[in-house]
T-cell receptor, first 115, second 112 residues
């Protein structure tokens, strides 16, 4: 039974470059979440989707960040242009119907380093 | 803002002993609570959850206790094993909110 799949697992790129992170949620889940984790700020919710529609993007730090969910099985988080302070581990999570009362299942993350 | 509060302490436990990880939450309207385990290099893994109409729930070797009076949540791990070494997060969700709020985590280390 496949869990949430993220790619790439690691990304190292230079400041100013565009970065695209990818996520495949668990089949049948209709909620998808993007998080960022750093030592300083812990786990922060960036944005979440319900049935492919963005519901709350108040956690997206800046206009440099954008997320899309073109279909139920795929989502991207894009940073353009990237900056060193964007270095973090980015997690995607999904959950079943009813964001209340349903645990989120996480992928293993993308470790992003911006030089 | 309201938050689930965990300072990031390290709890050191002898292998085979029971572990108790505590969490204080501030939002009295929260009605769903979750414990996650995060191992190095991996994403948070769901362990157990509890709804506010319950005060105790048991899983395999784990028990979650909820005290709504003092807004306190705990995770008990029985017969702690080396594989239990990880950072543990509690999380809450309010009845009127749609986001999960995570605490800062507790690191559990196991002494042989």
């Amino acid at each position: 039974d496949a869990g949430v799949i993220q790619s790439p697992r690691h990304e190292v790129t230079e400041m100013g470059q565009e970065v695209t992170l990818r996520c495949k949620p668990i089949s049948g889940h209709d909620y998808l979440f993007w998080y960022r984790q750093t030592m300083m700020r812990g786990l922060e919710l960036l944005i979440y989707f319900n049935n492919n529609v963005p519901i709350d993007d108040s956690g997206m730090p800046e206009d440099r960040f954008s997320a899309k969910m073109p279909n139920a099985s795929f989502s991207t988080l894009k940073i353009q242009p990237s900056e060193p302070r964007d270095s973090a581990v980015y997690f995607c999570a999904s959950s079943g119907t009813g964001v209340r009362g349903q645990p989120q299942h996480f992928g293993d993350g993308t470790r992003l380093s911006i030089l | 803002g309201e938050s689930v509060g965990l300072h990031l302490p390290t709890l050191s436990v002898q292998e085979g002993d029971n572990s108790i990880i505590n969490c204080a939450y501030s939002n009295s309207a929260s009605d769903y609570f979750i414990w996650y385990k995060q191992e190095s290099g991996k994403g948070p893994q769901f362990i157990i959850d509890i709804r506010s109409n319950m005060d105790k729930r048991q899983g395999q070797r784990v028990t979650v206790l909820l005290n709504k009076t003092v807004k306190h949540l705990s995770l008990q791990i029985a017969a702690t094993q080396p594989g239990d070494s990880a950072v543990y997060f509690c999380a809450e969700k309010g009845s009127s909110a749609s986001k999960i709020i995570f605490g800062s985590g507790t690191r559990l280390s196991i002494r042989p």
